[in-house]
């Protein structure tokens, strides 16, 4: 994963208010931290910055200019606005090149299993050990014609050269089992809701349907 460059300014101004005016500007306040060294605070452009993260990933690496001076930084943290998804701060961590820093990369499946087969990403991410340039966007499983029963576990993963699972290898990751019918689904649903007391009403047709039948059948008693 090669750094990507990004300027950014000094952040002088703290508090709520001062992160407010920054963000209107379209900047997006963020810390460096690590190694033993006093935080960094910066603003980062608004624009440069998504970017830069949706192209890099959750473990985006980037060569940030700070007034001239270079820092080396992992993504940590991404704190989004839950309505209007723009990024209200980024915290970093200082990395070296050839350093080796532990990072969770995401599964990604890819292929088609058989037919009449569900699978199941039991889990959607695994630790590795990697080397801060180095780190795996991600990590693929192929499941193309896997058949019912087929595992793969951490211990099964492809990893890039130079990258260590720390992930226990027993845990399952991928889980291929059988499709269920509509008919077998209907069916878990009603003893679902019979067990918990749920009765449907009769709608106006079924209704009137069983009054009929009921006075058809009233009306033969009488004929006899």
Partial sequence: MAAEKIAAETRTEF????????????????????????????????????????????????????????????????????????????????????????????????GEAAAETLVVLENSVVSVEAEATHIPEFVEVDVEGAEVGTQVHASDLKLPEGSELLTDGDILVVNVTQQQSQESLDAELVEAEAEAGIEHEESGDEAAEGGAEAGAAEAGDSQE
């Avoid at 940590?76 to 961590?93: A, G, L, M, S, T």
């Fill in 15 to 110: 508090g709520k208010g001062a992160a407010r005016r920054i963000r209107r500007d379209d900047k997006v306040p963020a810390v460096i931290y690590g190694h033993g060294n006093e935080p960094t605070h910066i603003i980062l452009p608004g624009h440069e910055i998504m970017l830069a993260l949706k192209n890099g990933g959750a473990n985006a690496l980037l060569d940030i200019d700070v007034d001239g001076s270079s820092h080396l930084a992992l993504t940590k943290q991404v704190q989004v606005d839950p309505i209007k998804r723009f990024i209200e701060h980024v915290d970093f961590v200082a990395v070296r090149r050839g350093e080796k820093v532990t990072v969770d990369i995401p599964v990604h499946v890819v």
